[in-house]
T-cell receptor
């Protein structure tokens, strides 16, 4: 298994355009998370899926943002009508189900998708 | 709301020496987990070490150890015998205890850039 993969790695777009990012989690992980990281800051939680169900969304996720995880496998994060403030690294992470044992709380991150809005 | 503070934006260490990164957090919860994640340049974030709040014993992982002071809400990371490969951004992170959606919802600090000099 190659870990969590994200595509594209870099995206430059003009303000007002729509962009979509894809995340492929580790295959046996049923939990998937999206985080946003701006320059010089720590990641901020955006949303979380367990299988195909989106169980929580942060208030950071405005109505221009939508995330899906059809069939509980890969996930997409779409940003509509991008704004310059959306420029950030969008990180995807996955984890196996289960609260006990060595995997407690450990997230496996992808390399991120960097968005630049001009 | 929980907050995590890393007061050292940058730290440097000589190869083979020891360095300590600081982290403080604020929470009213009694059940929680603390983590240190490492983010090398242009690479994915990986877990370095975790600490369960109910455990009094400080966690250790090879050259990495923590000093967990629950009353002071302090959680520092000590890296012994520093290596060039330790150079990265280090994030302290907090997670509430219990299950459900809190499982992967981490609150990160701002990060500390660690430079290792040969």
């Amino acid at each position: 298994d190659t870990g969590v993969s994200q595509d594209p790695r870099h995206k430059i777009t003009k303000r007002g355009q729509n962009v979509t990012f894809r995340c492929d989690p580790i295959s046996e992980h049923n939990r998937l998370y999206w985080y946003r990281q701006t320059l010089g800051q720590g990641p901020e939680f955006l949303t979380y899926f367990q299988n195909e169900a989106q169980l929580e969304k942060s208030r950071l996720l405005s109505n221009r943002f939508s995330a899906e995880r059809p069939k509980g496998s890969f996930s997409t994060l779409e940003i509509q009508r991008t704004e310059q403030g959306d420029s950030a690294m969008y990180l995807c992470a996955s984890s196996p189900q289960g609260l006990a044992g060595p995997n407690t709380g450990e997230l496996f991150f992808g390399e991120g998708s960097r968005l630049t809005v001009l | 709301a929980q907050t995590v503070t890393q007061s050292q934006p940058e730290m440097s260490v000589q190869e083979a020496e020891t360095v300590t990164l600081s982290c403080t957090y604020d929470t009213s919860e009694s059940d929680y987990y603390l983590f240190w994640y490492k983010q090398p340049p242009s690479r994915q974030m990986i877990l370095v070490i975790r600490q369960e709040a109910y455990k009094q014993q400080n966690a250790t992982e090879n050259r990495f150890s923590v000093n967990f002071q629950k009353a002071a809400k302090s959680f520092s990371l000590k890296i012994s015998d520093s290596q060039l490969g330790d150079a990265a951004m280090y994030f302290c992170a907090y997670r509430r205890g219990g299950g459900g959606t809190s499982y992967g919802k981490l609150t990160f600090g701002q990060g500390t850039i660690l430079t290792v000099h040969p």
